[in-house]
């Protein structure tokens, strides 16, 4: 699914929202969840999961082609954790509705 795809399943799903309403929602929630990263801040999505930012300190590799060491500079990289919610729907290969309760 991409980006578009969600904006247009986001306009078909509520008929208040035009595209161009959906599309700017989806840019301003992305947007926000990328500013919040980049400060090293944690995002938390009930029932969906978790992205928080992961630091990998330097360290020293090798060139696969000739053997020679490598220095890696340290770097920070972003980290999804599903929540429990989406690891069982995942898990059972079934589609539940927005706002429906998890269990029966």
Known sequence: MTRSDIVEELASRFSQLTQQD???????ILD?????????????????????VSHHAPRMG??????ESVAIPQRRVP???PG????????????KPAGSPDKP
Request: charged share 30%; net charge positive.
């Open 62 to 67: 090798r060139n696969p082609r000739n053997g």
């Open 32 to 52: 926000a969840m990328n500013d919040a990263l980049v400060r090293g801040q944690r995002i938390e999505i009930r029932g969906f999961g978790s992205f928080s």
């Open 22 to 28: 959906a599309e700017f929602a989806v840019k301003a």
């Open 84 to 95: 429990k919610a989406l690891r069982e729907a995942v898990d059972a290969g079934v589609a």
């Open 79 to 81: 980290h999804f954790k």
